[in-house]
């Protein structure tokens, strides 16, 4: 069982402590749940509201809540409290006894061409295949597969159900069948890159398909052949990225949006859930969109009107002005 002090939690991570350094915390918890000995935290508005019935030994909170957050007890003030609970989980999980398992999972193949660091952990019925190349402190959890010539960088975290290094999906039309382009490419993953359960990362056609260090991936994404994605950016679950499209940096994809072939993000290029990207964004920003299904041929027609909407409604507002005069 985990338990820190107050004043053993802030000589590690920082932050103003307003109360007893001897207060012990034996669990973190919501604000809505958290108990006499547990820490909470308090980072987005609409939860200010649970702050003062909260029962928790001690509150993670911003500077301008400071003053509310002292009416009920003990206060931890920092610049940014979501990161700070980030870091108190790490330390936390940090602290738990050691699992007894070995590093290496007997249930596990992994092919004698293999290289895998032996900090690495391979967990049950995992498949490493030939010449593949997991770094060090990576950590595949379980039936994780991480097929031929595939590389995964130092401290990643790969969960459950991942595939790593399927065929891409390519085939050409002939004659009313398909006919299969062999798949040359592998897939090279960076570091500190966190990969969701069941997601599939397809190797590429002819050069790699890359995932650069601190990408963040949540559960059932696609990534499809040749896609790159730029260092830190991160997709929620259900996120599908199609062939050959390069996401640039720092962008996040919301939960279920969609990146068609061949297209190009730029660095900071926030895209909302559900979107469907059509098009390339060479602007930082934040984009959404969602049109319903139709005919292709009506559906062009349509969008390409939608996109002069504003512009004919600004035309009418001014033709309207003129019949009033």
């Known amino acids: 069982m985990v338990r820190l002090t107050l004043g053993q939690l802030v ?7 307003l109360g007893s350094l001897d207060t012990e915390i034996w669990g973190l918890a919501p604000l809505s749940s958290a108990g006499e000995h547990d820490l909470a ?14 029962k928790a030994a001690c509150v993670v909170v911003s500077h301008d809540l ?6 009920r007890g003990a206060a931890i003030v920092v610049d940014d409290p979501y990161v700070y609970w980030a870091r108190v989980t790490q330390l936390w999980a940090s602290l738990a006894p050691p699992s007894p398992e070995p590093l290496v999972h007997p249930s596990a193949y992994i092919h004698p061409m293999a290289s895998v660091h032996p900090s690495a952990r391979i967990g049950p019925l995992c498949v490493v295949e030939a010449n593949v190349v997991i770094g060090r402190a990576s950590w595949l959890k379980s039936h994780v597969t991480v097929l031929k010539d595939c590389q995964i960088g130092e401290d990643c975290i790969i969960h459950p159900g991942v595939v790593i290094g399927a065929d891409g999906f390519g085939f050409a039309p002939d004659k009313g069948q398909w006919i299969k382009i062999a798949q040359l490419g592998s ?7 966190e990969i969701g359960a069941n997601s599939c990362i397809d190797r590429g056609a002819l050069e790699d398909t890359v995932i ?3 990408v ?7 990534i499809g052949h040749n896609v790159r994605v730029g260092a830190h950016t991160a997709m929620a679950g259900c996120v599908g990225i199609a062939g050959s499209s390069k996401i640039g940096e720092h962008c996040t994809l919301g939960g279920g949006a969609i990146v068609l072939g061949h297209l190009q993000l730029a660095d900071h290029v926030h895209i909302s859930a559900a979107s469907v990207v059509t098009r390339s964004l060479l602007q930082a920003g934040t984009y959404s969109g969602i049109y319903p299904i139709d005919s292709n041929s009506a559906w062009q027609k349509n969008a390409a009107s939608l996109r002069q ?13 003129v019949r009033q005069k």
């Open 216 to 222: 963040k991936l949540d559960n059932l994404i696609q």
């Open 41 to 54: 935290f308090l980072n987005h508005p609409q939860y200010r509201s649970q702050l003062t019935a909260c």
């Open 212 to 214: 650069e260090d601190g």
């Open 66 to 71: 400071q003053e509310e957050a002292l009416k």
């Open 309 to 321: 909407l504003h512009s004919l409604r600004e035309r009418i507002k001014q033709l309207e002005l």
């Open 187 to 193: 897939v090279r993953i960076g570091n500190q890159v």
């Open 11 to 17: 000589s590690h991570l920082g932050g103003d402590l």
